[in-house]
């Protein structure tokens, strides 16, 4: 999970997250009218930077100066004025896309430098390492079956599709924006980043990840409700902002609670609407996620290990439970309307409906591995405060890994934990509960290397 980079871009005015989030809604073969449908606007930009499940903890998303470059490009091209965030938004989804579909060139180009290298070694040295040409068959295998499933996953562009917004370049504007379209070194990571990310989400070897942080926090959710009926929880509405690939959203739902994900990054929501919408089956689809970097590996078998996803059927989930997902920046979908960039008096007001709807709407929110993806932390805090019902509960895990940390040309507002509860307690939060798990985040089970974080939990209530 590797947002990127840089400058903030508007979503569209007047766009609902709440009218819109099943606007292209994908229903079960249940009929339960579980709906993984997307509404809302993703971020025009891949939100840069600190990688959790990077082995570089503190590493710059990108080199600045080149974004700024690519960004001059599209607006050049595009004849972009300098507030207009659609265009750019469409570009940037084009880009993902292209990203995606360089995935089998990029990784088979760095599988053949392996081979080139090898035959520049002297021959009697090659012969000393017998096993290393195979393994490199192999690794061409597997990342044509990895291909095969970044295939269907981009199958359904249309469901970023909206009538304000549509998202398909026609073909001279492709080839107009072919440059502006260019794909990046760290664009091919964050393809390889969202195959790795199934593993934490959606497969058995990801079980430890997931009952480390994701377990805790629903067994806190049934904590705090346990007045509730199991039958009547799907009246409490659960908002889980930054998503991901969707899992905890999907646990908390198939708990019984009514639970919508946020996430912004395009990326997540074309995976995720891969796992949500397009499988039926348990180990559907079998992934190679450790083929693209030999680093740390103990066996060479190690990288080639295979990855059964899903786990679990996401169609089965309890009837009378909503299940959704909101495209778009947290700050931006949530936030008061004058934020909000819009225009006109129309957009305006239906804007502030719209946001009206989302005010205290929620009895839980839950943020895992997230609120140090702010750029200000009292944004963040600020909205989680105002979208809980009073005596709403905000349960909270994860480290402090500022994304945007020496990031040049973003705000970064980078507290320390002691910081941040008190920062929540003058908002208006009643910090009841506090501690610790120990996790790690995307790791590779058969990898010598393993950060582990010490993650901060805590349970608040909105007084
Ligand atoms: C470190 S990941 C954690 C994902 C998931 N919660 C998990 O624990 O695996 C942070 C996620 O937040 C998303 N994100 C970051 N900033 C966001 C924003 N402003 N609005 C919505 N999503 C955001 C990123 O794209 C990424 O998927």
Known sequence: MDPSQHQSSRLR??????????????????????????????????????????????????NHSEDQEQDRLIREQMGLAADDDVHEEVLHFHKIIKAFSQYKNSAMYANHRRRTDFFKIPAYQQKLMPRYLGRLEEIDRAIEANYEIIKVICEDQQIFVNEDRPMMLNGDDRVKNAAALRVREQDMEKVQGTIKQFVRDWSVQGLDEREAIYHPIVQELHRRFEHVPVEKRHQLHVLVPG?????????????????????????????????????????????????????NIVKPEDVMASVKIPDVNPNALPRGVDFSMVAGDFVEVYNEPENHGTSTL???????????????????????????????????LQIIHKVLKKGGIWINAGPLL??????????????????????????????????????????????????????????????
């Open 243 to 295: 998503s991901g690939l969707g899992r905890l959203a999907f646990d908390i739902a198939n708990a019984g609670y009514s639970s919508q994900g946020n996430e912004f990054s395009y990326y997540m929501l074309l995976a995720s609407n891969f796992i949500l919408n397009k499988t039926s089956t348990t180990e559907q689809y079998t992934i190679y996620p450790f083929v693209h970097t030999f680093s």
């Open 13 to 62: 005015p007047g766009i609902s997250p709440a009218e819109n989030m099943h606007y292209h809604s994908h229903d079960h073969a249940g009929g339960h009218g579980h709906s993984h449908g997307l509404g809302g606007h993703p971020h025009s930009h891949e939100q840069h930077s600190h990688d959790h499940g990077g082995h570089h903890s503190h590493q710059s998303g990108g």
């Open 402 to 463: 500022w994304h945007f940390e020496n990031t040049p040309g973003e705000i970064s507002i980078e507290l320390s934990l002691e910081e941040v509860l008190e920062l929540a307690r003058e908002l208006g939060f009643r910090i009841e509960t506090q501690g610790m798990a120990k996790s790690t985040y995307m790791v590779n089970p058969h990898g010598m290397l393993k950060y582990v974080y010490e993650c901060s939990t805590w349970t608040a209530t909105k007084l």
């Open 346 to 380: 129309w957009e305006k007001s239906m804007k502030a409906k719209l946001i009206e709807e989302e005010q205290e709407k929620f009895d839980a929110i839950v943020t895992c591995f997230f609120i140090d993806t702010a750029k200000n932390i009292a944004d963040y």
